[in-house]
Every structure is written in structure tokens, then in C-alpha cells.
């Protein structure tokens, strides 16, 4: 296939060509958005290709797209020749042409090593910009249709639903009792995996809204030209646009990252997307209250601490403060917009008794506020209202802001007072005969700031479950509370040191105890007063959930409940008939194979423990449990790290349902495919029946936030896939669709392929080579220069091996190589059991009827796709030893047993044989991937040979090379 070269071409044709939307605006096709998340409609099942879209088959939409690359390729190309010369541009587009055929690989290798460390900077540059504006592109014309295509989301879910209430599968009180309860939780986390700059990103959003009103029919002469010249521009501008950090982010970096596109979210997307929930809801004889909080957003920035030194308590506090800032400026708006529409005037319609007391009080509380308003708006009552209800909301900014005490008629403690006059509004209008109103634009007022709240999203803290211990270590021992030093306790001693502390209502240490331990016991002891703080400065929905990291034992989590006592963020009376107080809820993470295939008898057994679920009662009967999807990927292997957090939702629900409380799964999904990514909605309706009941929460990482939110349409789509398949999977999926009989012998199968898989994958990662291998063949060593994150790529105190990595290098490095060991090694060593062992007839019918397999085999089949074992072979004949790039015949072993076992389950003759529109679009990016990886290669055995005097140039321009990369594979980790 061809490509588009970045030749200068000043032509009118130049200018002409096909862009945005081509033809009428609505040319568009499925495109690979990043293995995280292709925010592909979640039931198009297995990647199927693109349906027509007005006329326009994807055979003629993918003709488009391509044409809209080419041209912006074209503008790169005269960017690069006005900004660095002619001689340059003919050097990019001789390094392209010999990287795209194989047998000149020596002549590529001799110009590259011909390059100066300078030139390689404007190589890596163009490359990467190429892909910039591809990516851009792609987003628009997949957004574009999306927005086309019919039967997507609650236009898909709804139906289905109306249909078992017809059918009497399900009743109207269910259905009501699971929208009550339903919360979907998109956490925003900061882990380091966005390597494009927002600067960047921000042009690029630019050049995307420019070239979707190119397809606008309505535009003036003008306005074409002008949009012409504005691309033109912005294209430049990204050639000018430095695409590295030049220093690491703080947290308070990530945060404002955070907060552009929740603000975003909060102001252009939620009060639609929520008003159509509604109105559908509506349409079943359902109904979703005012404050329900059906979506709902979450963070980690700022209150992950777990292995991140920078996340100190200030920095928490500083985070939230920027949240509740954003926070009241967006609910502002809100208020500002509902005084411009709400002009009803009493010369027209008459007001509440309610309303017009409220105003009474109102005057007296803010005299201010009535002399500036009351001659304007006399005849206005509600605009008069909604006056006061700003004046209540800046004072609450200001207040949060200072840190001061709440003034009642001044400010808000809470959302709840402000969520308190809005329905006083509401009510006041629908007792005047204003229903129109009164369930429009106030109902979407009132379901966006319920949903927001004064923050924008919920904190989470996370903290690792052994720095607890430390604490109370220091704590147990100086106060004498155990016959025997605390670190000398097993895990059983632990918990009945712990579990007796709890029921026992004194506290182990005074203020003053508390205040004198030192070092990580002092940090431990401060993150909790923090919380507390954070609590009482910003509202109890500030902070919600405390993550315990590499929970292993009932211990690990009575030992925060016990700490969370000592600071008063916890309360267990000694009168058993007395309520429990737990200002927040308690959450295990459940990380490895070995946690996970524990999860459910650890979760029995600490339900069992009264005084811990007396704080259970005290958070409404819920439980948040989280799973980890990397680091059990990067444990056992991509088969058994799915399969094993299948089977722990199971057992996980079943527990949960014997002790009589509701089961908050929280899926700590990364970016790529080896990381638990793959499409949302598709994930959620591949989770063991009756797991979902209503509400999830689920980490949103890096590049997949800009994949999914950055443009508007994608933001809808995707949001409304993932609301839909939270909604049918509680109420359409909450029992198996197959006999128990069935479902056993697809778990025997499922069995083998992860025990197998598992044994195959410990095999590699155990071959005393890997290591070597890995560090040799892949740039995971310079990752640390990308400056990226907050976060270190290890964790601390650790000897420096492979358990000490974080699964965000290890994915990432393997991306970087081509070679993609997480998202499919083992794989095929496991199908190919279950196939000797005879169940091949049963694999295929897992693949066509069970949803869990078929996501999992698709994401495997993406992920084998993207590797390239030609490309990684450059890496290994250039970077490795002869005994290191042995280690590479293994790997294309099982590569080719996976493919080949893949499509013999599938029924395909190739790799992605239903989604052409995806292969094509995979093998146009790789006529730029490959000139890219070769530059890497000379770079990084330039660099390694330089040791530890690396010139900062030939530094830049190795990072450059990795950066853009990952923006040709829509990957880092």
C-alpha cells in the first residue's frame, strides 16, 4: 500500500484535497484508537469492519481518511522544508523509502550512521509529527462515524430492555432498584504513560476542529479559506512545538492535566449525555432522581502514594484544592447559564410560597446581593434566586480556597445545600405549570452538579499495605498493646492483635504518641491525618476510598481501619447497637495471581470479622474490592492474569451476596492490551453474571485519556457505550445465559489455557537470559528520561531486577521493540493444550458464544497484529549478544503458535481478516514505524557505547525516536 509522502507541494491541489469529513462530512471509518481502548462501538463484535455511512461504504471512507493524512503530510513536509531546509525534507523521504523495503537494510543502516546526532533530532521529529497529525485524523473520522452510526449505546441498551420488561424477564422495580443504585466511575489516574506534551495535544484538538468544519456545506468562501489557513498554521505551529518535557511533572502538573478534560467532561458532555439517560429511563416508566449519580468521575492524582514519594500530604491537599477550585468555576457557569434562560417573568407565570420565603431569608443573608439585584430582576424570581445561589458559590470558592469555616447563608457546606435550592427551583416551576423547564434545564443543572459535586471528581489514596504495618509497628510496641513484638506476628497473630483493637474502642496511642513517631510510621500516621483534613476542609466527597495496595491478608486491612481510628476518620462504639462511623471505605487490591486466586476466602473472611463490617454498614452496605490487571499480567502471564480475575469476580460476588452487602468492583485497567486494556464497553459485558450490580469504577491512564476525551464526539460515544454496558450488565446479565453445565466445562478449558499459559509465560520470564534480553533489546533503560510522569519506573528499596519494575515500563518497552511480549506469550501454548487435550470443539464454541473469551481473544489478536518480530530482529542483531538474541527464537516460537492456534479458534485465515479497514490503517502507519525504529537502533547503540557522557542532543533525539513511537503504535503502557 502507499503511502503519503512529506514531499513540499505548494500546488492549489495541495490546498483542494479531500479533508475532514470529505464528502459532505461524513466519510469516516473504524480506526485502531490505542490497544487500551479502540472506543469502537463495544458490540461491533470482534473488530468487525466499518458499516457504510450515508452512502459512503468504508472502502471509500478509508480512501478519504487517507487522502486527509496525505494532505497534512504535505503541509508537514513544506513546514519542514521553510524551517530546516530542502536537503533535510529529501533526507526524511530517503531514510521512509529505504526503511519500507527490506533488502535495503544496509544501505539504510549506512545513511543513518551517517547522520549526525543533529539531524537525527529533525528525523525523529518529522516522523513523529507525521503520526501526530495521522492519530488526530483517524480520531476525527472515527468520531464523525460514530456519531453516524445507528444503534450505539442507550440507543442499543434501551431497547434491549424494553423488550425483558415486555417479555416480563425483568420488572420495572428491578429495573428502577439498579438505576437507584447505578454509578459508573471513570478514575483518572496519573500514571506516566501520555507521552505527548498538552501543548501538543492542544494543537492537534485545534487542527481537528479546523478540519471538521471543512466538511460544513453551510460555510462561506471565507471560511473555507480561512480554515484552510488555519490548518496550514497549526501545522507549523506543531513543527515549532518542543514535543519533550524538559523536566519530570509534580503532581500538581498532572493534576491540571486531570482537570482540563474533567472540566471539559463536566460542562460539554455529562448534562446531555445524562439528559438522554434520563429521558430514555423515562420512556421505560423509570425514573432518575435529581441526585442520582448514574456517572460520576474519580482521581488518583495526587493521592497515589504508593511507590511515589512526590505525592506528599501537601501535595494532596494542594490537588484538592485545585479540584474544588475547577470545581466551582464549572458550577458557576452552570448558575450563570440558568440566570441567561430562566427569565420567567411574574407578569407571565406565578411562583412558589416556598420560593418567594426563600427570597425573604435570601435578603436578609445577602443584603448585598439585593441591592445590586432587585430593581433588574423584581419580576424575575428565579433569575433574583439563582443571583443568590452565585453569591453562595463564590463564597464557597473562596472558602474552600482559604481553608475557613463554614457561614450558613454565605456559602455551601456541601453540594447537598446547593442541590437543596436548585430543587427548590425545580419544585416551584412544576407547581406553576412550568414541567418543560422545570425537567429540562434545571433537571440538567441538577444532574451535572450532583454528579460533579464541589470537586469535579472523587480522591482516591492508595498506599502500600506493608508501610501500615511499619506504623503500628511503632505504635503497638510503645503502647504494650500485644505479649510480643508486632513485627515478630504472623499474619494470623496480626489479625487477632487488629480485630480485638477494633472491637475494643480505645485508641492505641494519645495525640501526643502519635506526634512523636518518626520516619515511615510519621509519614504513615500524617497521610491519615490528611484525609481527615481533606474531609473537613472539602466535604465528606472529597475523599471516598483508601486502596490498599498488595493486600495479602485479612491483617492488611484492619490495620488502616485500626490507623484510621487513631486519627477519628473511624468510630466502633462498644455498644454493639451503636452505628459505626467510617468517614471513608477501605479497599484491597488484589494484585498478583496468587492474591487473586485468595480474593474471594480473604473477602469472606473479613466480612466475618464484626467490627469490620459494622464499617461496612456504616458506607451503605458496599464494598469496593480492586483488581489489578498489570502486575497479574506481568506475574502470570496475559492468560492466567484474565482468567484468575475472571474467577475472582465470581467468588467475589458469591461472598459478597452471603453477607448481605453490595459488591464495588474497581478494574485497574492500564493502557494496553498487556496492561488489561481493550474496549470498555465490551470489557464490562464480558464480566461474570450478577458481578456488576450497578456501579463500577474503572482507572482511566494516559494516552487512552486523550484517545477517548480529547475530541467531543468520542467523548460522548465512549461514555455512553460504558454508561449502556453498565446498565444492561446489571440488569440483562445479572445470571448466565448457558447451563451450569456448560459454563463448567468452558472453566475446565479455560483451566488448561491458563495453566498452561502461565507455566509457559513463568518459563520465559524465568530463562535467566530475559533480563538481560530485555534490557538489551529495548529502550526501557532511557525511559526514565522521557520525563513522563511523577511516578519512578521501580519501586523503591527494591534489588533492582525484574519484580522491581513497574508493569508501565515493562509494557512499554516491549512495545518499543515491536515485540509486545505481554499481550499475547503464553497464549498459544495454552489454546494448544486445551486443543491435545481435546476440547477444540468447545474452544470454538467458547469464541462464539461467551462473551469473556471472545474479548480476550480479541485483544490477543490486536496485540499479535501490532508486533513485528523483522523489526525487533534489527534491535537484537545490533543491541544484544549471540546468547541474549537466542532469547528471541523462543519468542518467535510462540509467537507463530499463538497466531496460528488464535486463528484456528477464530476461523480466520489471517490476523484482523474481519476488521480490513484496521489492517490497512496498521500497515499505513508501518511505512512510518519502520524508518522510525531504525533510527532507534543506530541511536541507542550510539548512546550505549557513549556510557555515562551522553551528548544531550543524541539524548533528545533518542527519546524523540521513542516518543513518537508510541504515538505511531497509540501505546506506551
Known sequence: MSSAPMSSTRSSSTRSSSTGSGSGGTGAVRTPATDGDPAEDARAGGGAAAPAVDGVSSDEAHAQLRASVRRLAALLGEALERHEGADLLALVERVRHLARRPDEGAELSRVLADVDDGTAVVLARAFTAYFQLANITEQLYRSQELASRPGAGLAHTVPRLAAALEAGEVSREQLQAVVDRMELRPVFTAHPTESSRRSVLDLLSRTAAALDRSGDPRRRAADVEADERRVVELVDLLWQTDELRVERPQPADEARSALYYLSSLATTVMPDLLDELDRRLRGLGVELGGRARPLRFGSWVGGDRDGNPNVTPAVTLDVLAQQHATGVEVLLRLVDELVVQLASSTQVVAVSAELRESLERDREQLPGVWELRHRLNSEEPYRLKLSYVRARLEGTGRRLTAGGAHVPGQDYAGVGDLLDELELVQRSLVENGCELVAHGVVARALRTAAATGLGLAVLDVREHSERHHTALEALVDRARAADRPYGEMDREQRRALLSAELAGGRPLASAATLDAVEGTAAEVVELFRTVRTALDRFGDDAVETYVVSMTKGVDDLLAVAVLGREVGLVDVPADPDAPAVARVGFAPLFETITELEAAGPLLGTLLSDPSYRRLVAARGDVQEIMLGYSDSSKDGGIAASRWQIHRAQRALR????????????????????????????????????????????????????????????????????????????????????????????????????????????????????LVPFFLAATPVEELGHLNIGSRPARRPGGTGGLEDLRAIPWVFGWTQSRINVPGWFGVGSGLAAAREAGRTDELRAMYETWPFFRSFLGNVQMTLAKTDLSIAQRYVDTLCDEEQAALLEDLRAEHARTTEEVLAVTGQSEL??????????????????????????????????????????????????????????????
Open 654 to 769: 458469591d461472598v459478597a451476596r452471603e453477607h448481605g452487602v453490595q459488591l464495588r468492583l474497581f478494574h485497574g485497567r492500564g493502557g494496553s492490551v498487556g496492561r488489561g486494556g481493550g474496549p470498555t464497553g465490551e470489557a464490562i459485558l464480558a464480566q461474570p453474571a450478577g458481578s456488576l450490580d450497578g456501579a463500577m469504577k474503572v482507572t482511566e491512564q494516559g494516552e487512552v485519556i486523550s484517545d477517548k476525551y480529547l475530541l467531543h464526539g468520542l467523548a460522548v460515544h465512549n461514555l455512553d457505550v460504558a454508561l449502556s454496558a453498565v446498565l444492561e450488565a446489571s440488569v440483562l446479565r445479572s445470571a448466565p445465559v448457558v447451563d451450569r453445565s456448560v459454563l463448567d466445562g468452558w472453566d475446565a478449558t479455560m483451566d488448561v489455557v491458563a495453566a498452561a499459559g502461565r507455566d509457559r509465560y513463568r518459563g520465559l520470564v524465568e530463562d535467566e537470559r
Open 912 to 973: 484482523l481478516e474481519a476488521s480490513p479497514v484496521l489492517r490497512r490503517t496498521l500497515e499505513l502507519r508501518d511505512s512510518y514505524l519502520a524508518p522510525l525504529h531504525a533510527l532507534q537502533v543506530e541511536l541507542l547503540q550510539r548512546s550505549r557505547a557513549a556510557g555515562d557522557d551522553v551528548d544531550p542532543v543524541l539524548r533528545r533525539a533518542l527519546l524523540l525516536t521513542i516518543n513518537g513511537i508510541a504515538a505511531g503504535m497509540r501505546n506506551t503502557g
